[in-house]
């Protein structure tokens, strides 16, 4: 999942009723859409890979209308005997996932990869999918307000920019708004999987990507051989509710991050006693406050810059060596630089933000009073204050969202599907632990294997080799773990936390391209 939520469109009540009331699609048969004409677009590290497109309803309940297009890659099998498509997704929703084809058929062992052809898409409005949203293009540019609404001005200011994204999404795509959403999403993979010519395909969804997984299985659980949810959504939480849970989370994580800075002052500097490293992080988030650094850098950019931390331990030591030259060497250049590598990544992918806001906001009904979210967020606030109001605000456009999102969102329960294999961090901050647990009882036969006292997102193909053999294992021939009680039916041991580099220049994390710093 992302961090970001947002209300979409579509006032439809007949079509919320369906989506709600229909446990399985249940449409006529439609004709096979045409073959994808795949043509080659290789890479240096990809040789292999292939690009195409598959046109699909905009709305499908009306599947003569209006077609759009969604943008596929795909590297072939090359063992003799295929066990078929494995569609892969890297979260969001908004994350392109046409670069993460390559990555998981690089990552798995070669022996299961030839099994498969392994196919990314880009879901639709995303990426190289056509149309693309784009609200607001250069929404998220620096220097944004303080997300801390600590005064009526900066409330007003913060406000203000909700309202007028939710504005610009409905003037510019309101005929796209109502079929952005994840069940709509959902359709469009058996499309892909009719394009493709499979009775059945294996799907490995990340984040974001375990929701949209869940909801196909609950469409078409026949239509699914293997599929793997790795750092789960919590599907009984879509999406406010979850929002509140994960900033929780992430001031958990965000507070090991501290600690593993005071481990390390020897290095950094800052202190070995972890409140008081995080007493200067907040001093620093005043100082930008007062003067942003470099003009670049506010408490806003702050947050976006520190958040990935929260996602990948990886980041914690460039996080850490910007840190330190502000706070110690009052050198601002390594933060400004820092924020341009890693934070103002989310804050330029206006596309991405845009297709969010989309579908969180089409997906579920969110309180349209402002007094319920002002009273919501100062109250976990108090127990959070490291990202409350950021993600408060980057969601707030559903509060005016120019279309109704649906009733409720679908209930995930399957007992029709095949085992799904569900991977889970305890300590993931995006999508907390007790979200994989919960899926784990509602899609019946399931397996939860647990990276204990890990804190990462997006586990597998990550460098755990016990949670990759899981992995591996069940693509090969569908083995899962089992143990007769308890929440996990394997676990493995989390990977080391970094260490510390002083000089460190860059986050070294895995190639998953889900978008960060949201979930």
């Known amino acids: 999942m992302k961090k970001r939520v947002a209300v979409l469109c579509g006032t439809a009540v007949a079509l919320a009723s369906a989506l709600t009331a229909v446990p399985t699609a249940q449409a006529a048969p439609a004709p096979a859409p045409p073959r994808p004409a795949w043509k080659k677009c290789a890479t240096e590290d990809a040789p292999r890979l292939q690009c195409a497109t598959v046109r699909v309803p905009l709305d499908h309940a009306a599947p003569d209308g209006r077609k759009i297009a969604l943008a596929l890659t795909r590297v072939p099998h090359t063992a003799k005997k295929s066990l078929g498509p494995l569609l892969v997704n890297p979260g969001g929703p908004g994350g392109s996932g046409v670069g993460l084809a390559r990555v998981v058929a690089s990552g798995l062992p070669a022996s299961v990869a030839a099994r498969y052809d392994v196919v990314g898409f880009d879901p639709r409005g995303v990426g ?10 250069g929404h998220s540019a620096p220097v944004r ?9 900066l409330e007003r200011a913060n406000l203000e920019r909700a309202r007028a994204f939710a504005a610009a999404c409905g003037k510019k795509h309101r005929d ?10 959902a359709k469009d993979l058996d499309v892909i999987r009719r394009a493709l010519g499979a009775q059945r395909i294996n799907y490995l969804g990340y984040s974001y990507g375990t929701y949209l997984g869940s909801v196909y299985a609950k469409l078409y659980p026949h239509r699914v ?26 001031e958990d994580r965000h507070r090991a991050f501290m600690a593993w800075v005071a481990r390390h002052d020897a290095v950094y500097g800052l202190g070995a006693d972890p409140a008081r490293v995080e007493a200067k992080w907040y001093a620093m988030r005043a ?66 933000y845009s297709v969010y806001t989309s579908v969180l906001c089409r997906d579920a009904p969110w309180p349209r009073e402002w007094g319920r ?38 209930d995930v ?29 509602l899609l019946r036969g399931s397996s939860l294997v647990v990276e204990e006292g890990g804190g990462n997102h997006g586990v597998t193909l990550s460098g755990n080799r016990c949670l990759d053999r899981h992995l591996a294992a069940y693509l090969t021939d569908g083995t899962v773990p089992r143990r007769p009680s308890g929440d996990a039916d394997a676990t493995c041991p ?3 936390d970094p260490k510390p580099a002083q000089e460190a220049t860059r986050a070294v994390v895995p190639p998953h391209p889900w978008p960060l710093p949201r979930p």
């Open 287 to 352: 100082a930008v406050a007062a003067k942003p650094a470099q003009g670049v850098v506010g408490p806003a950019e702050l947050e976006d810059l520190f958040l990935p931390g929260g996602y990948h331990n990886g980041y914690w030591p460039l996080l850490a060596r910007a840190f330190s030259a502000y706070s110690v060497k009052k050198q601002p250049a390594p933060l400004v630089q820092a924020y341009r590598a890693v934070g103002a990544v989310d804050a330029a992918g206006d596309n991405g």
């Open 145 to 153: 307000p303080d997300t801390v609404p600590a005064t009526a001005a």
């Open 176 to 185: 796209l708004l109502p079929y952005i959403d994840t069940v709509s999403a």
């Open 373 to 410: 979210w002002r009273a919501d967020n100062w109250a976990v606030h108090e127990k959070a204050r490291f990202m409350t109001w950021s993600n408060a605000w980057y969601n707030a456009p559903c509060a005016f969202w120019p279309t109704q999102g649906l009733r409720r969102p679908l």
């Open 413 to 441: 329960t399957n007992h029709k599907a095949p085992p799904v294999l569900i991977f889970q961090a305890t300590g993931d901050a995006a999508t907390p632990y007790a979200g994989a647990v919960r899926t784990h009882r």
């Open 225 to 250: 051989r293997r599929m793997v949810l790795d750092s789960v959504v919590d599907p009984t939480g879509i999406w406010y509710e979850n929002n509140l849970q994960q900033d929780i989370a992430f």
């Open 128 to 137: 190289k999918s056509r149309p693309a949203l784009n609200c607001v293009p």
């Open 494 to 496: 989390a990977l080391p």
